[in-house]
Nanobody
C-alpha cells in the first residue's frame, strides 16, 4: 500500500479555482490507479475523478469540463485542478489509490476541506 497526503484545500468564492495535490509515499506509484473522492456534510462519499498511468481518465458527470485530474509519476503526485467552483463542490476531498487489477481503493489520505462560498 501507499501512504497518501493531500494538500491545497481552502476557502474560495464561487467561480474560483483551487488545485489539490496528493503526495504518495511507497514504491511503484505508477502501478496504482489514483482517484479523488469527496464527501459533503450529511452525504455519502462520491467519486470525483480517476487517472491511470496509461492515461485513462474518468470524471463524475458533475465535474466534467470543470475539474482536471493529472499525475506526475516522477514526483509520486496526483493533482486535481478545480475551476468554476460551485457551492455544491463544498466537501472534504480525499485522495485514494488502488492497484490496477484491484476492485477497491485500499489506500486513502486524510482528506482536505474545500469550501466554496457564494
Amino acid at each position: 500500500q501507499v501512504q497518501l497526503v493531500e494538500s491545497g484545500g481552502g476557502l474560495v468564492q464561487v467561480g474560483g479555482s483551487l488545485r489539490l495535490s496528493c503526495a504518495a509515499s511507497g514504491r511503484a506509484f505508477s502501478s496504482y490507479v489514483m482517484g479523488w473522492f469527496r464527501q459533503a456534510p450529511g452525504k455519502e462519499r462520491e467519486f470525483v475523478a480517476s487517472c491511470w498511468s496509461g492515461g485513462n481518465i474518468d470524471y463524475a458527470d458533475s465535474v466534467k469540463g470543470r475539474f482536471t485530474i493529472s499525475r506526475d509519476n516522477a514526483k509520486n503526485t496526483v493533482y486535481l485542478q478545480m475551476n468554476s467552483l460551485k457551492p455544491e463542490d463544498t466537501a472534504v476531498y480525499y485522495c485514494a489509490a488502488r492497484l490496477v487489477l484491484a476492485k477497491e481503493y485500499r489506500s486513502w489520505g486524510q482528506g482536505t476541506q474545500v469550501t466554496v462560498s457564494s
